[in-house]
């Protein structure tokens, strides 16, 4: 009889691992970071290949939790976008200072 997987044991959030933020059980793999790829453009297979000690049963877990949740894991990814822009503008305005 073939093994039954409770897809809810596929992704866990600890304070401690990936700044709290939701993640593939097991490994240090956010959900955010299977998202960002994806929406890159690459499918289940490719991040596959890409981090190869996932299986597809974990990226499509991560996908699932993504597209349930589309709107508040995009507004997330933007804010931190717009962040890193901030402090990179911050940062080279003040190497021309110095």
Do not use: F
């Not at 499509?60 to 717009?82: F, G, K, Q």
């Amino acid at each position: 009889m073939a093994t039954v997987t409770d897809i809810g044991t596929l992704l866990t959030q600890s304070p401690g691992i990936c700044g709290g933020r939701l993640r593939i059980a097991g490994t240090g793999v956010s959900v955010r970071r299977i998202a960002i790829w994806y929406k890159l453009g690459h499918t289940p297979e490719e991040i596959a290949t890409q981090i190869p000690h996932l299986t597809l049963a974990q990226i499509h877990a991560a996908l699932t939790y993504y597209h349930a949740n589309r709107d508040a894991m995009d507004a997330e990814i933007a804010a931190e976008a717009a962040e890193a822009d901030r402090l990179e503008r911050e940062h080279i305005a003040a190497s021309k200072k110095a």
